[in-house]
């Protein structure tokens, strides 16, 4: 997430790919840092950095993960978290 919105790439691949997703399930990461201000942020992030993504998937959304990003690298501790949560989906 960059200035209040997922990046603007990120939005066109899924405008372009529309068709192709409709046959796909999808599952839907952000990396973020509003994710550390905890449940005030909560409605914020659901309406603002997820809902464009998925008004951009016809097809299924199976999962959704919000990641803790800063300036500067992700910590381990999250992308361990991204790791059990992509093989979790394995299971749908
Ligand atoms: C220029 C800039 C703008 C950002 N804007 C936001 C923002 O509006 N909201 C937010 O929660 N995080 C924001 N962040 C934090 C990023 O989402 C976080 O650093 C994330 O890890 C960036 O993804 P990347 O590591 O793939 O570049 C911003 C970071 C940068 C560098």
Partial sequence: I???RPLKSILEFLEEHSTEL?????????VCFAVVFGSLVR???QNHY???LMERIPGEVID???LRGGIGNVSEDEIGKA???????LDF
């Fill in 50 to 52: 997820i809902k464009p």
């Fill in 83 to 89: 790791k059990r949560w992509a093989i979790g989906l």
């Fill in 22 to 30: 409709e046959k796909k399930k999808a599952a839907i990461f952000i």
């Fill in 64 to 66: 959704t993960l919000v």
């Fill in 43 to 45: 409605w914020h992030i």
């Fill in 2 to 4: 960059y200035y209040e």
